[in-house]
């Protein structure tokens, strides 16, 4: 199972942008990376995923390096209300089940200080 | 706006007794998923659904966990007999199949004393 590595936690100011990192260095060529958030108390909420080019949408921008092997999740204006736990996942394909098992690892505690 | 639906939000019980807890996943949805929350673990996989077949819960104690999905509408999560050590938040999220993106539910929050 591919797995992602991401620091702990980051530290960001107000009105700046946000860029988490994520390392995916055993991930296969057909599995996508999925960026979630979770705020306090709350259930997690999907920001964005990607295959292998560059993606955006409305809430974050996801940089995906060529060799697939990490990628960074951009926050381009990070506000107070972004302060949460971040968590890069690998969606892995579950055998001949064709069922999807999604992994959590720690995450990534944002601060996004005023 | 379309969402999870979890019941209860919060549970206190004595151990030994029986919790269920219900999800309505998203009208559509084919998959639905349970996870556990502590502060120890993190989130963790409990057990999948794929058009209500159970396709993995291998992550679930499996002599006192069961899960169901009776219809579409409905995903059940038993603990029986309940013990202290599976007070935690639990999650239901749903999506599809071919989207592969989870929409969480808002957790229910249990504490067996």
């Known amino acids: 199972d591919a797995k992602t590595t991401q620091p702990p936690s980051m530290d960001c100011a107000e009105g700046r942008a946000a860029n988490l990192p994520c390392n995916h260095s055993?991930?296969?060529?057909?599995?996508?990376v999925y960026w979630y958030r979770q705020i306090h108390s709350q259930g997690p909420q999907y920001i964005i995923h990607?295959?292998?080019n560059n993606e955006t949408n409305e809430m974050a921008s996801l940089i995906i390096t060529e060799d697939r092997k990490s990628s960074t999740l951009i926050l381009p204006h990070a506000t107070l209300r972004d302060t949460a736990v971040y968590y890069c996942?690998?969606?892995?394909?579950?055998?001949?089940?064709?069922?999807?098992?999604?992994?959590f690892g720690a995450g990534t505690r944002l601060f996004v200080k005023a | 706006d379309a969402r999870v639906t979890q019941t209860p939000r919060h549970k206190v019980t004595e151990m030994g007794q029986e919790v269920t807890m219900r999800c309505q996943p998203i009208?559509?949805?084919?998959?639905v998923f349970w996870y556990r929350q502590t502060m120890m673990q993190g989130l963790e996989l409990l057990a999948y659904?794929?058009?209500?077949?159970?396709?993995?819960d291998s992550g679930m104690p499996k002599d006192r966990f069961s899960a169901e999905m009776p219809d579409a509408t409905l995903a059940t999560l038993k603990i029986q007999p309940s013990e202290p050590r599976d007070s935690a938040v639990y999650f239901c999220?749903?999506?599809?199949?071919?989207?592969?993106?989870?929409?969480f539910g808002p957790g229910t929050r249990l504490l067996v004393l």
């Open positions: 996942i690998v969606r892995v394909a579950e055998g001949n089940t064709g069922g999807f098992k999604t992994i």
């Open positions: 990607g295959l292998k």
């Open positions: 009208l559509g949805h084919n998959t």
């Open positions: 659904f794929r058009n209500r077949a159970p396709l993995d």
């Open positions: 999220a749903s999506g599809l199949v071919q989207g592969g993106t989870q929409y």
């Open positions: 055993t991930i296969s060529g057909n599995e996508y």
